[in-house]
Every structure is written in structure tokens, then in C-alpha cells.
């Protein structure tokens, strides 16, 4: 009988050992469509490509197939201080999971003392003589919480959700770090081509205030066409100087993204502007899967999940069971057998009886805290999938636009060079050349403009789906 007692008593502890208060968990629902409404009516936009493999390589600036770009997104990976700051606060959540996870193993001390003392002879109930002895111990002592109602388990589960989160973190960081570089390089090229741009159009403007200033030396032309043709060169080299400026900060900034001084990085001048690649979106399904601030935040609700757990488990008595061993002797050979000792317990409960609710209170605030999480995680699945549709939509756009501004710019580039014929033939006045001539420049400018900005929307798409997939 007493061995069916102790056994249901066993049993009794192993299933409350078992016991968990947090509630149980489920990803919240989020909304998602079957697909992206403006890839278009087939379901195929511009950055959409046609083939069977729908993935970017994890290294997805490879796609844009430009060394220089390549070369620098390699830079951040040891180079970048904010990346490094992410990976450091992982290992912090890594160091904080560690911690929780030892809770759930009993924690063992060792010790020794040793001490010699003498007694007086006056003591109480001294046998009238005065005594020296020596007092020698060594042992060990264990402490271990039975966590009967989860609070370590829930404490641990809580950890190791926040340690993912902290990981996705450090993959978010990457990812904006390497699309924040390949936007501001391919601002930076955007300059580049303006550049060469104006470089042309000032040779050209200067060609054209040669031939107004010889034609005004001849008595052909006026000192107005003189004049006009000499305000439009030195607005191109005003100009030119202003790019020159701009595009020195877009170098510095990526100095400063690949961990370098702007004092000893140069980016040499490229005289192309390249297409952008097509960049394959999937499903809107997937993006839930891709996003690392999604995945990240999904996590997050997971820990104030188990937090819950761990403040209802504060309501409830904690036990803890207590042992200690080891051999004591006044002197000679302190590991004889019969100077051994060992204690097992105290056996010890605590339940706070009145604490004026502060731990209902508690239990109040990590609901609510995965309340946060859980409206934090609706928010930022609904804002990855309008920044993938605000790129889809604009980069359709993009595409028009370039069309219909590369047709402007053919137009405007052969009125210009109708009307400096026109001029030299002495069948017009040097205004309509000039009209000319600046409309032909804004044309061009506007045309690289877009071609500029469609290289930026394509980064920011891989971004707004979450970067490539590992292989």
C-alpha cells in the first residue's frame, strides 16, 4: 500500500511537472491575395520573367551584372558597423537563452572550509578545561526548481523565440544595408551618366557660342545670340559642378556602408547606365516566408506567448528541493568514510499569499504586450505587401515612361540640331536654338532620370520581398 502511494504520488508530480500555463499558440491570421495585383492582368508585369525558375540567388545583386556592385556588397559583410551591432545584440539573445536554459538543469556548488579555534575553559558547561581543535569541510550542495507549472520551460521558450527574432534582425540589417548600397550606387550612376551627359552638352554649347561669337565678329549675328549661347554653356557647367557634388556624397555614403573612410575611397566615373534585370516576385504566400521583419515579429509573438505562461505560473507555489554531501573532520584524514555527511532537502514551497495584485497585474500586461505583438505583426505583413505593390506599380509605370520620354528625347534631340542648321543657314534667330537646345537637354536628362530610377525600384523590389533565397 505505501508503494502504491508513493507511486501515485510520482506520477502526480511527473504530470504536473508537465504542466504549462501559456495559452496555446497559433500564427495570427494575416490577410494575403492569390497574387499581386500589379504584376497585370496575365498576372506577368515588366520585372516578372518568364521562366520556370522563380527564385533570386541569395547573392542578388549578381543580377544587375555589374562588378564594381558586386565587389562592394562582398565589403559589408566584415566591413559594416551597424552589422555588426545586429549580430552582437544575437549574441545577446543567444547569451540570454543560455541563461534560461540552465534553469532547467539542478545548479551544483562545491566548497571547503577549514578553521582552528580554542575554547575557553570558562564556557558554559565546560568540563573546566580550555580546548584547540581544527574544523575541516569539503562538499557540494544542489538546488534544483521542480518547475511544476512551466515557469522555466515557458522562460525558456520565451528566450528561444526572441534569440529567432534577434537572428531574423541580424538578416533584416543585412538586407537593407546591401539594398540601401546598390540604390545609392545606382544614384551614384545615375550622376555618372548625367555627367558624361554634361560633359557632352557643354562641348556641344560651346561649339554653338563659337559659332554665335564668330558670326557677331562677321556683323552676322547680334550680341543677344552671343549672349544666350553664352548663358546656356555656363548654366551646363554650373550644372556639371552640382552633379559633381551630388555624386560625391553618394560615394561617401557607400564609403561609409563598406566601412571605409571617405578620405581614401574612389569610385571611378562609368560612362554606361545599364538595364535593370527582371526580378521574379512569387506569390504573395511566399512573402510571409521571406521577409525577415516578418518572420521576426512573428516570433515575437510567440515569446509574449510564453510570457504569458511564465506570469501565470508566478500565482502558483514554486518548489524547490535542496541537497547537500560531502566529509568533515576535526583533523587526520578528512576523506574517511566516517567523516562523510549528506542532507537531502529542504524540500521548500513558496506562494506569495497577498501581494495587492500585482501579479494578476502581471499576467494584465503580457496579454497585452502579445496584443502589441500581434497588431505589430498585421502591421508589417500589410506594409511588405503594399511596398511590393507600390514597386510592381511603379515600375510599370517606369516602363511606359521611359517609352514615351525616349520618343520625347529623339524628338527634341532632332528639332535641336534642325534649328542650329536652321540658324547657320540664316533662316532662324538664335532663340529658337536655344529653345531648342534646353528642351533637348531637359528631355535627356528626364530620360536618365527614369532610367535611374527603374535600376532603384528593381532594389528596392528585392528588398520588399525579402533579398534572394539561399541555395
Not at 557677331?216 to 548663358?231: F, K, P
Not at 556624397?249 to 534585370?277: K, N
Request: glycine letters at 8%; aromatic letters at 6%.
Amino acid at each position: 500500500m505505501r508503494s502504491a502511494r508513493l507511486g501515485m504520488a510520482a506520477a502526480a508530480a511527473a504530470s504536473l511537472a508537465g504542466c504549462s500555463l501559456a495559452p496555446p499558440y497559433s500564427i495570427p491570421p494575416s490577410p494575403a491575395a492569390a497574387a499581386y495585383k500589379e504584376l497585370g492582368p496575365q498576372g506577368q508585369g515588366p520585372w516578372q520573367p518568364a521562366v520556370t525558375d522563380t527564385s533570386l540567388p541569395a547573392a542578388w545583386w549578381t543580377a544587375f551584372d555589374d562588378p564594381t556592385l558586386t565587389a562592394l556588397e562582398a565589403r559589408i559583410e566584415a566591413g559594416n558597423p551597424d552589422l555588426a551591432a545586429a549580430a552582437a545584440r544575437y549574441d545577446q539573445a543567444r547569451g540570454l537563452l543560455g541563461e534560461s536554459r540552465a534553469a532547467l538543469l539542478p545548479s551544483i556548488s562545491v566548497g571547503a572550509d577549514g578553521g582552528r579555534s580554542r575554547v575557553s575553559a570558562g564556557r558554559p558547561l565546560s568540563p573546566g578545561n580550555a580546548a584547540t581543535y581544527n574544523n575541516l569541510s569539503v562538499g557540494a550542495s544542489l538546488a534544483y526548481e521542480i518547475d511544476l507549472f512551466g515557469r522555466v520551460r515557458n522562460s525558456v521558450r520565451a528566450d528561444t523565440a526572441s534569440a529567432q527574432a534577434s537572428a531574423q534582425d541580424v538578416v533584416a540589417v543585412r538586407l537593407g544595408l546591401q539594398a540601401s548600397l546598390a540604390d545609392s550606387y545606382f544614384q551614384m550612376r545615375g550622376l555618372d551618366a548625367r555627367t558624361v551627359l554634361l560633359r557632352q552638352t557643354v562641348a556641344a554649347f560651346q561649339r554653338a557660342y563659337d559659332l554665335t561669337d564668330t558670326r557677331h565678329t562677321g556683323g552676322i549675328a547680334s550680341g543677344i545670340d552671343v549672349s544666350r549661347s553664352a548663358a546656356l554653356l555656363s548654366s551646363a557647367r554650373a550644372e556639371l559642378s552640382a552633379v559633381a557634388g551630388a555624386r560625391a556624397a553618394f560615394e561617401h555614403a557607400i564609403a561609409a556602408l563598406v566601412g571605409e573612410t571617405p578620405s581614401t575611397f574612389a569610385i571611378p566615373v562609368a560612362d554606361t547606365l545599364q538595364r535593370p534585370p527582371a526580378i521574379p516576385v512569387g506569390v504573395p504566400s511566399t512573402l510571409l516566408q521571406r521577409r525577415p521583419d516578418i518572420v521576426a515579429a512573428e516570433r515575437r509573438i510567440a515569446a509574449a506567448n510564453a510570457q504569458i505562461g511564465v506570469a501565470r505560473a508566478a500565482q502558483y507555489p514554486s518548489l524547490t528541493l535542496g541537497g547537500s554531501g560531502g566529509f568533515e573532520a576535526g583533523n587526520g584524514n578528512i576523506l574517511r568514510a566516517s567523516n562523510s555527511f549528506w542532507a537531502l532537502g529542504p524540500l521548500s514551497a513558496a506562494l506569495a499569499i497577498f501581494d495587492g495584485g500585482a501579479r494578476r497585474a502581471r499576467v494584465r500586461i503580457s496579454r497585452a504586450q502579445y496584443d502589441e505583438a500581434a497588431a505589430s505583426y498585421r502591421s508589417t505583413v500589410l506594409t511588405a505587401f503594399r511596398e511590393v505593390e507600390d514597386d510592381l506599380a511603379r515600375s510599370r509605370a517606369l516602363v511606359d515612361q521611359e517609352r514615351d520620354q525616349l520618343a520625347a528625347t529623339r524628338a527634341a534631340e532632332r528639332t535641336r540640331d534642325l534649328a542650329l542648321i536652321r540658324y547657320r543657314d540664316g533662316a532662324s534667330d538664335y532663340l529658337d536654338v536655344v529653345t531648342a537646345q534646353t528642351a533637348a537637354l531637359d528631355a535627356q536628362r528626364l530620360l536618365l532620370e527614369v532610367q535611374s530610377t527603374r535600376l532603384q525600384i528593381a532594389v528596392d523590389t528585392v528588398r520588399a520581398i525579402g533579398g534572394g533565397i539561399a541555395t
